[in-house]
């Protein structure tokens, strides 16, 4: 079964850095696009990245610049690498692809920044 397991999270100070993980398992991965998506308490599940199976790239605007999403398929595996993190980048982060139709999310990592 399809799974995606996300880690890399934590807590930062404002302007710091984290990348976070995600191992994709259960598809053939080199075959499917994959994304980030972030949720703030009370918020939305926004779109932050996205990445598709040829490497093309997508960026919410408020972390063009400071956030880079990128893709080892030897590892089946997705990065964000995140940068001048602000406290408004505080959020669970989730990890997703979609699959004939059917979209698949990891469990979520936290990313704590303190200003």
């Known amino acids: 079964q399809v799974q995606l397991v996300e880690s890399g999270g934590g807590l930062v100070q404002a302007g710091g850095s984290l990348r976070l993980s995600c191992v994709a398992s259960?598809?053939?991965?080199?075959?499917?696009?994959m994304g980030w998506y972030r949720q703030a308490p009370g918020k939305e599940r926004d779109l932050v990245a996205r990445?598709?199976?040829?490497?093309?790239?997508y960026y919410a605007d408020s972390v063009k610049g400071r956030f880079t999403i990128s893709r080892d398929v030897a590892k089946s595996t997705v990065y964000l690498q995140m940068s001048a993190l602000k406290p408004e980048d505080m959020a669970v982060y989730y990890c997703t692809t979609r699959i004939l139709g059917r979209d698949y999310w990891g469990q979520g990592t936290q990313v704590t920044v303190s200003s």
């Open positions: 990445i598709s199976s040829s490497g093309t790239t």
């Open positions: 259960g598809f053939i991965f080199s075959r499917y696009g």
